[in-house]
């Protein structure tokens, strides 16, 4: 079975898509890390190029709960949570030739396995025949305190205005590219996390599964 749980920035969708694969014991691939990975190997390099990031020495590793990228045999993970990284990710998804390798590359990755995937094209784009989709969702400014609680609690100087323009951003720079733009795949069940627990939206997406299987 493979599903795919798409969504905006802070919709709650890694929270769900990591609790959904340690339920169900399927492995879980965070696409948008590899994103993050790519943004920061550009930025430590001074990549010209973009597509030549494919050529550096990087892996990607997923399982039950959990993504591991490594850049040269290093595991990165903190680092790739900053604004600057999530900024330049956006910027770097923008890139038609480099989305599409990469969607390549994700469904090379995943090949025949199961999994539950999760990132913003996943429904549309790489694996448009997915099992089951969801699209998860959330008001901006709701996605703009969890990420302003999660970036203070990481002991990062921030205000929630500025977290907010940056999802505002985000978004924008997300769904307005002219290729592949970012929006829910037709067939995906849209489910709104504004005022629910993580719990009751797992319940939730639990539900559909069932019903479906
Ligand atoms: O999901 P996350 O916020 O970590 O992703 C970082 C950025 O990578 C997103 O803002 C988006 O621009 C890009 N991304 C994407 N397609 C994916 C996953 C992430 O364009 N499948």
Do not use: C, W
Not at 27 to 49: C, D, H, W
Not at 65 to 72: N, S
Not at 107 to 127: K, N, P
């Amino acid at each position: 079975m493979k599903i795919a749980v798409d969504g905006p920035a802070a919709s709650g969708k890694s929270s769900v898509a990591r609790e959904l694969s340690k339920i169900l014991n399927l492995p879980y691939l965070e696409t948008g890390k590899v994103y993050r990975l790519f943004a920061y190997i550009a930025s430590q390099n001074k990549v010209k190029y973009p597509l030549s990031l494919f050529n550096e020495d990087f892996d990607v590793v997923f399982d039950i709960g959990i993504t591991r990228v490594f850049y040269r045999g290093k595991e990165l993970s903190e680092e790739l949570y900053t604004e600057e990284v999530s900024t330049e990710a956006s910027k770097l998804a923008s890139l038609p030739e480099l989305r599409e390798k990469m969607i390549e590359f994700f469904r090379a990755l995943v090949g025949q396995r199961q999994v539950v995937a999760e990132g913003r094209d996943v429904g549309t784009h790489i694996f448009p025949n997915a099992d089951i989709k969801f699209f998860i969702t959330a008001d901006p400014r709701e996605r703009a305190r969890r990420r302003y609680k999660d970036l203070v609690s990481k002991g990062i100087k921030v205000t929630y205005e500025e977290v907010l323009k940056s999802i505002v951003e985000r978004d924008k720079r997300d769904s307005e590219r002219p290729l592949y733009p970012f929006r829910p795949a037709e067939d995906a069940i849209i489910v709104d996390t504004t005022n629910k627990t993580l719990e009751e939206v797992v319940k939730e997406i639990l539900s559909y599964i069932l019903q479906k299987h």
